[in-house]
């Protein structure tokens, strides 16, 4: 994402877009991160970092205050805005990286802004940090001419921070043309977080088989009653009536026609 470039000093936001020379080979040092000029390069000491993109130094014995050229970091202490997102990240690294170190300052064409503070390039060993603040996605860049002798190279360094979203860039559309707009990051909180994916449950063990039913036992077969006998002979009727089998019927145990004189097929009927 480029950012574009305004008619304002850096303590507003940029407007219009601007162009420039390219960082020329002489320039650049680490990766293409440019070295100081000589001839418009002064040293101080850096006594702390107001905040990400801006410092408190002591230059001839008098305190000043650097404003760091071509970028700009998220807010942590604006009065009309709150702490936006990656501004203490950025406020932290300057200050761990700088506070009480000898750095080189470089100035391009305008001296102060309208605040009265020093318009500089911060080097540090060799290395400017403007660059590091983009490389590493702490800031973005921000275009206020006439100082913009290394805007090119500088938009190099924030694509590729923005291609890996880096720090400011992780946020999406986070960073906009004049700053930083805090509504992407509660836009960013509302949506839905998408559940992470759960395992596959392992599979269940096949239960084992049941055993066979034992075959129900074999009913014993049913014995039939054995049937009378039919082999009972009467002496006569008064035998069959003292045993109190009277009348027999032709058929019944001890019938006979002995006993059924009348032969009507019923015996001692009398």
């Given at each position: ?14 407007m ?6 390219s960082?020329q ?50 807010e ?7 702490v ?39 080097y ?5 940090f ?7 996605g ?20 924030q694509?590729q ?73 009467y ?36």
């Amino acid at each position: 994402m480029c950012v574009a470039a305004v008619n304002a000093p850096p303590s507003e936001k940029p407007m219009a877009a601007a162009t420039t020379e390219s960082v020329q080979p002489e320039q650049v040092k680490q990766a293409g991160v440019p070295e100081p000029v000589n001839n418009t390069q002064i040293t101080a000491k850096v006594l702390r970092a107001v905040d990400g993109d801006a410092l408190e130094v002591e230059l001839d014995g008098k305190k000043e205050t650097v404003r760091m050229l071509l970028i700009d970091t998220a807010e942590t202490k604006h009065p009309d805005k709150p702490v936006q997102p990656f501004g203490p990240e950025a406020a932290a690294f300057t200050k761990e990286t700088l506070e009480g170190k000898e750095a080189t300052l470089e100035k391009d064409v305008t001296e102060r802004d309208k605040y009265g503070r020093l318009l500089m390039y911060v080097y540090l060993d060799g290395k400017m940090f403007n660059a590091t603040l983009l490389e590493k996605g702490l800031a973005r860049v921000a275009v206020y001419p006439p100082d913009v002798k290394y805007v090119d190279r500088f938009r190099e360094l924030q694509t590729q921070a923005q291609t890996a979203k880096l720090g400011i860039w992780s946020i999406e559309n986070y960073v906009t043309e004049t700053g930083y707009d805090e509504t992407a990051v509660k836009k960013e909180e509302q949506q839905p977080q998408v559940a992470p994916a759960q395992p596959e449950p392992e599979p269940k063990p096949e239960p084992e088989p049941k055993p066979e039913p034992k075959p129900a036992p074999v009913a014993p077969p049913v014995q039939e009653a054995p049937k009378p006998s039919t082999n009972i002979v009467y002496k006569n009727c008064t035998e069959v009536k003292s045993l109190g089998k009277a009348p027999l019927y032709e058929g019944d145990p001890g019938y006979s026609r002995k006993l059924d004189r009348d032969g009507d097929g019923v015996a001692c009927e009398k």
